[in-house]
Each structure stands twice: as C-alpha cells, then as structure tokens.
C-alpha cells in the first residue's frame, strides 16, 4: 500500500508518495517507504531525492521531522546497495530491516545479506549481527540494480521482533525464491527458521504480523 500520505513532507513532496515496492526497486526516484510508532514518537524511512542511499526520519509529533545520520560506510555500495523496506517498535525501541549486497564475496555473483539496524530512540543507529543465518544467497541481474533476497517486513512479537522475506539458492532467473523468517529477542540479534515453510516464493508485510502466532 501507499504511505506517503502518512509520512509526507519529510521528502519534499508527499503527493508523491511511492508504493512500497516501486520506491524499493528504484530507490534513487525517491520517496517514503514505511513508518512506525514507538516509544519516542515516529520513525519513517525512505529514500531521499537527494539520491544519497536509505535515509532515516524521526519525529515527536508527526508534524516537524528531523533526518537522521546512519552509518552505510563510505562507499558506493554501502550507500547504493543498502535496502531498508520495513520498521516496526515496540517498549524497547525501534528495528529496521531490508538487505545489504555484498560484493566481497569471491562468488561469480554478488551475494545478499539480510541486514536489520535497531535504535532505542530512532536517533543512534546499530546495525544487527551479521552471522551466518543473514546469508540469503545470490542476487539475479537484472541490467539495472540486481534483484536481491533479504528481510521484507518486520513485526513487534510477544518476545520480540519476528521478520519475514525471502531467500534464493541460485543467481539463475526464473528459479523461485524460498521464504525465510527470522525470530529476534532484541533486534540485534536474529535467529533464521524456515520451518513449516513448505512452498515457494516471498514473505512480505501481509505475513509478518501473524508470523509470530504462526510459530507458538
């Protein structure tokens, strides 16, 4: 669905709000992505027309925003790669979550990792562990920016935060994705268990708010 109505004005012009998935997929145009209520007001996050990568926005009241510096490295790939898609909070804080390229790998292709950043009051930003059950596989190319898996969605939970999304075994297209879920206590840290996740394709905003009663 479209949040621009909700977060407008923090990117200029909030007639112009993007759908979720046209501002994810061409992130350079522009626009807000997701918004989330918490514990020291509004935390929003989209991608700036200033084309600078992912940014971060925070406000008491909805009415006055500030922008918010995250640290995506210092270079293009760190900037231009990084997706954030999806907040969500709850008593604790704030938790973001999307996918980072990894373009170390010695791979033919570069490689996805699920990435989450967490906040207590949307204004420091930590990025979560980057452990073994963030591997999410190859990227396809696409001529353009490489269709990567990551986390899609995120939800406050009974013990936590539960984020859901999608995983790929092979950089060929065509080949369908798996679903992927993920269980954190405190954000920082995310347990990866696809149990029960007999089928293929993607998780998104749909499934991550019943992902947690799902697994009980």
Same mark, same amino acid.
């Given at each position: 669905? %479209?949040?621009?109505?909700?977060?407008?004005?923090?990117?200029?012009?909030?007639? %112009?709000?993007?759908? !979720?998935?046209?501002?994810?997929?061409?992130?350079?145009?522009?626009?807000?992505?997701?918004? $989330?209520?918490?514990?020291?007001?509004?935390?929003?996050?989209?991608?700036?027309?200033?084309?600078?990568?992912?940014?971060?926005?925070?406000?008491? #009241?909805?009415?006055?925003?500030?922008?918010?510096?995250?640290?995506?490295?210092?270079? &293009?790939?760190?900037?231009?790669?990084?997706?954030?898609?999806?907040? $969500?909070?709850?008593?604790?804080?704030?938790?973001? !979550?999307?996918?980072?390229?990894?373009?170390?790998?010695?791979?033919?292709?570069?490689? =996805?990792?699920?990435? $989450?950043?967490?906040?207590?009051?949307?204004? &420091?930003?930590?990025?979560?562990?980057?452990?073994?059950?963030?591997? !999410?596989?190859?990227?396809?190319?696409?001529?353009?920016?490489?269709?990567?898996?990551?986390?899609?969605? !995120? =939800? &406050?939970? $009974?013990?936590?935060?539960? =984020?859901?999304?999608?995983?790929?075994?092979?950089?060929?297209?065509?080949?369908? #994705?798996?679903?992927?879920?993920?269980?954190? %206590?405190?954000?920082?840290?995310?347990?990866?268990?696809?149990?029960?996740?007999?089928?293929?394709?993607?998780?998104?905003? %749909?499934?991550?708010?019943?992902?947690?009663?799902?697994?009980?």
């Amino acid at each position: 669905g %479209r949040v621009g109505r909700h977060v407008g004005g923090i990117l200029d012009e909030h007639e %112009r709000g993007l759908g !979720v998935d046209e501002a994810v997929e061409h992130p350079c145009a522009g626009g807000p992505v997701d918004v $989330a209520a918490g514990p020291a007001g509004l935390v929003a996050i989209g991608y700036p027309y200033d084309q600078q990568g992912a940014g971060i926005w925070r406000s008491a #009241d909805g009415l006055t925003w500030e922008r918010v510096q995250v640290d995506l490295g210092t270079t &293009p790939a760190g900037k231009f790669y990084t997706r954030m898609v999806a907040v $969500a909070a709850n008593q604790q804080g704030y938790t973001i !979550v999307g996918h980072v390229v990894d373009f170390v790998d010695p791979g033919p292709k570069p490689r =996805a990792r699920a990435a $989450a950043w967490t906040s207590p009051d949307g204004v &420091p930003w930590t990025r979560a562990v980057d452990a073994s059950d963030m591997d !999410v596989g190859p990227c396809v190319e696409t001529g353009e920016d490489p269709d990567c898996p990551g986390m899609l969605a !995120v =939800a &406050p939970s $009974a013990t936590g935060f539960v =984020a859901v999304g999608h995983a790929r075994s092979t950089p060929e297209p065509g080949i369908p #994705d798996q679903p992927a879920a993920w269980t954190s %206590r405190d954000g920082r840290t995310w347990t990866r268990s696809d149990a029960g996740l007999d089928f293929a394709g993607r998780l998104d905003a %749909r499934e991550a708010a019943i992902a947690d009663y799902l697994r009980r």
